[in-house]
């Protein structure tokens, strides 16, 4: 995997953006043994959920409304707090997962309070592992993973991972080998995917190079029909007020980026 050099100006993922639901087709028609039923396909859905107490509750509504009507298979979530998490586990929809880490209070608690990722999977969870990444001393950036039976079948073990990568620009490197490292450490399993809030701007700024994957890896978003790189943006300070809250006051460049990203290897 190769990511060209970048350079850009301050980035920081912030609001409650979507970067997309989508189905996964490929390996999936084997039918499920579990107390799901026979499945064709599974869902998911990932969202840098922000950190800060501004409006928090409304927010946390907001998305555990969308959680609600899609109702997908797996959860990823970015900068959970343990304010945010609380409001999302009071929610009625919550307890139809099983949460990775088990225990995520206490992990937000051994970063001081610092916001953490976390996974929510329909599917009952046989093994799951935090990889802190090598390449973040700084910053204390984990990758969390899960291994889940019978999210396809009783003989193909899915393996779900969430990660947030370091963001600003002088950081870009960093960010470069943050990512190497996570699908070094993910491509021993045949059947796995990452996603969550990578900081990767291929866009309108070109704050990264592009992104190379390894050739048994795929991204999820271009793998889709029509998708490209710049119709996918998942950070936009034209439509969202929490993003334009932190505009450089620099620019009048409205900054837009697919910062989120899904990755697989299937």
Same mark, same amino acid.
């Given at each position: 995997m190769a990511v060209l050099p970048f350079s850009r100006g301050p980035l920081l993922i912030l609001s409650m953006l979507i970067i997309t639901v989508f189905v996964l087709r490929a390996f999936l028609s084997v039918p499920s043994a579990s107390s799901l039923g026979s499945r064709r396909q599974i869902t998911m859905l990932t969202f840098n959920i922000w950190y800060p107490s501004v409006k928090m509750k409304a927010r946390m509504n907001a998305l555990g409304e969308i959680v609600q009507n899609l109702k997908p298979d797996f959860l990823t979530f970015q900068e959970v707090t343990l304010d945010s998490l609380a409001l999302l586990r009071r929610q009625h929809w919550f307890d139809r997962y099983n949460v990775v880490p088990r225990h995520p209070e206490v992990e937000i608690r051994k970063h001081e309070g610092k916001h953490f990722v976390v996974i929510l999977t329909v599917y009952p969870v046989d093994k799951w592992f935090i990889y802190p990444l090598k390449n973040s001393p700084v910053y204390h950036r984990? $990758? +969390?993973? @899960?291994? !889940?039976?019978? @999210? +396809?079948?009783?003989? +193909?073990?899915? +393996?779900?991972? !969430?990660?947030? $990568?370091?963001? @600003? @620009?002088?950081?870009?490197?960093k960010r470069e080998l943050q990512l190497r490292e996570t699908l070094k450490v993910l491509s021993g399993y045949k059947n796995v995917c990452v996603m969550g809030d990578m900081n990767i701007n291929e866009g309108k700024f070109k704050a990264d190079g592009e992104v190379v994957l390894p050739s048994s890896w795929s991204d999820a978003w271009l793998s889709l029909p029509e998708n490209t790189v710049s119709n996918g943006n998942t950070w936009d300070q034209s439509r969202n007020a929490f993003a334009s809250m932190q505009s450089n006051t620099n620019t009048t460049k409205i900054y837009k980026a697919r910062v989120d990203r899904v990755f697989c290897k299937l």
């Open positions: 984990k $990758l +969390v993973r @899960a291994e !889940t039976k019978s @999210a +396809v079948s009783s003989n +193909v073990r899915f +393996v779900i991972a !969430t990660t947030h $990568l370091v963001h @600003a @620009a002088s950081n870009t490197q």
